[in-house]
């Protein structure tokens, strides 16, 4: 039997047809119909047949390190959150999730924390990785929205890819460029990259900007444009504002090529190859992801990028506009229903018109009514700091592993060891939270459970439930159901089935959504999805949001009218200036520290390490080194190092290679404490982050290296 589904890793949400034979999943390929990748699959995708099995599963819940069944499980949690609740008040509950889970499941927790325990303090995974994307987006124009499709990477003239390494951690969209490349030779692309990565296989043109150096870079771009008359006049004069403030701050930082050369550490020759390229083209796409996000000043850098496609009115056209790419499964369907700390629900802010009641009023059922908080929450870091004063009493972690991934790990361990109730819920038995648990339970994983997820196109696609989960898991949703119903909830968590949740999501993005009395138009529509039964739920296809009555087979592109989300209407132009890292040099912790994913493997391993080629292409934790750097710390290629800070240390095998600028090095994020001691890269990081978006400055720890 052949079935369809979703991967489960990356952003690009390649749709997998699996084959099923008594009850086992024998193999996968790509989805042929699938809009996202057309039958291809990279090779990960490709061994998610070889990732699976009972082994390693946790399979029943736990107390305190003693097996228990559902009921005494739900009870204790059920009592003991009350407890917090009725001592401490809601506030004193927090809620942290992840890219990984299911949008219903997502759906579910936000309503459950939010809603009913009224609690703001509910954070997701993917503030490590999106949230810079998400509120320049929303500074730019007025909503958390992708503008572009995958297919405006194939009809773009100019693809600029700027901190992201598409070969390794895209790799589908990847191979859609390369194939598009091939087949228009005018097309150009352009990478931008501090590391020589796979990725530079594709460029026309390679820029090795120094670290932090992007807005400086597209600070010259727009001042370039303005300079050459390069710009679209009357888009701007039309369709947006803030140009002159912008433009301004732009000259203030780069006025002309050398000053912007110097400041990026480019060659000045190639650097205005680029923008003259940038300059003459309408049809260019930014692409961009961690490389950017992941700054104190990540918000700034996705505006700075958003500033020129706005200046050339390179957006909302075939082939155009700024790109963020998710780096998780369901990044998307998390920020949907409202799972980041500042978002309420349906896309809708807390200071979105009307939002809260509108929202109460929607959850409210004959006898009870939320009790929904009235601003934002804790973002990650926040939350850490929150759980260290005793502000948080309990916490519920679902399907991540924040001991591996968060900022300052070690610190993160400790927090967690002071919090009274520490909840995981999780598929695998050897997470490195699971030691921090007072209350394990398992759940079920990929392939188990039924449900929807978002790529970074927009694109609501299904995963199914093919196989039985083992031994007890259960699904996200159900586990969250059976707490609310034994905290007094029941009627508001009566669900018979993942389709019962999704209509019911699909119904509040489209509640009170529109241009009449008492409503705020909102761009985050599913309405058309609303009223499926289960039938038409499981024949679900890939459709992008919004999908409503104006668009019932979904909207592949935004903003073509040229009307933006703004109260204006009109897009936003922000100036922004550089700013330095706040992580800087500490005594001997002089060396600029990035990290990233590695083709083969994803996250923390514990699925992708079980299946033996995905481990061929790098098989332990390394340390990548510039000849220079090799030599003066003494380390040499296939030997051991150490880094070190203040904050913890990693060891790993040396890669010397001139991929590396001087002074720079590179580690993968995946290895953990399960399968490699002190090789976790988050533990090196400092927990600092983006003021605006609360994203962590993952990328710019500083470290000493020494040989083991
Ligand atoms: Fe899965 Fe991403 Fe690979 Fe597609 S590109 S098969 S979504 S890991």
Known sequence: MHETTTCPYCGVGCGVVASVEEGRLNGVEGDRDHPANYGRLCVKGSALHETLGH????????????????????????????????????????????????????????????????????????????????AGYKRALGADAVPCCYEDLEKAELVVLSGSNLAWNHPVLFQRLRTAKSRNPLMRVVVIDPRVTDTCELADLYLPIAPGSDIALFNGLLAYMAARGRLDRDFIAHHTEGFEAALAAARDEAADIATAARRCEVDAERLETFYYWFASQLHVVTL??????????????????????????????????????????????????????????????????????????????????????????????????????????????????????????????????????VIVSDCMADSDTLGCADIVLPASGWSEKDGTVTNSERRISR??????????????????????????????????????????????SGFENGDGPGETFRLFDISALAGMDRAAYDALAPVQWPVNAASPRGTARLFE???????????????????????????????????????????????????????????????????????????????????????????????VTTSQRRGELFVPIHWNDQFSTRARASALVAAVCDPLSGQPESKQARVALAPL
């Open 55 to 134: 082994q390693g599963r946790l399979t029943r819940p736990r107390i305190e390190g003693r097996e228990v069944d559902w009921n005494e499980a739900l009870d204790t949690i059920a009592d003991r959150l009350g407890e917090v609740r009725m001592r401490h008040g809601g506030a004193a509950i927090a809620g942290y999730l992840s890219g990984q889970l299911l949008t219903e499941d997502y759906y579910i927790a936000n309503k459950f924390f939010k809603g009913f325990i009224g609690t703001p303090h509910l954070d997701t995974n993917s503030r490590l990785c999106m949230a810079s994307a998400v």
């Open 288 to 421: 961009y992801s961690q490389g950017v996000n992941q700054s104190s000043s990540g918000t700034d850098r996705v505006n700075a990028i958003i500033n020129c496609h706005l200046a050339g009115g390179s957006i909302g056209l075939p082939g155009a506009g700024p790109f963020s790419i998710t780096g998780q499964p369901n990044a998307m369907g998390g920020r949907e229903v409202g799972g980041l700390a500042n978002q309420l629900a349906a896309h809708m802010d807390y200071h979105t018109p009307g939002a809260i009641d509108r929202v109460a009023r929607f959850w409210s059922v004959p006898g009870l009514t939320p009790t929904l908080p009235e601003a934002p929450g804790h973002k990650a870091l926040a939350l850490v700091e929150a759980i260290e004063r005793g502000e948080i009493r309990a916490l519920w972690i679902m399907a991540t592993n924040p001991l591996v991934s968060l900022p300052d790990a070690n610190r993160v361990r400790r927090a967690l060891h002071k919090c009274p109730l």
């Open 463 to 508: 995963q199914r439930g093919l196989l039985p989960a083992p031994g007890e898991a259960r699904h996200d949703w159900w586990i969250i159901c059976e707490v609310a119903r034994r905290m007094g909830f029941a009627a508001a968590f009566d669900y018979d089935g993942a389709h019962r949740i999704f209509d019911e999501h699909a119904r509040l």
């Open 561 to 655: 009218s040229g009307r933006f989300m703004t109260d204006s209407g009109r897009a936003r132009l922000v100036a922004v200036r550089s700013r330095a890292a706040i992580q800087q040099p500490e005594g001997e912790a002089r060396l600029l520290l990035n990290s990233g994913r590695i083709r083969d493997q994803w996250h923390t391993m514990n699925r992708t390490a079980r299946a033996a080629r995905l481990m061929h292409h790098r098989s332990e934790p390394f340390i990548e080194v510039h000849p220079a750097d090799a030599a003066r710390y003494g380390v040499h290629d296939g030997g051991l190092a150490r880094l070190v800070n203040a904050r913890g240390d990693y060891l790993g095998r040396v890669r």
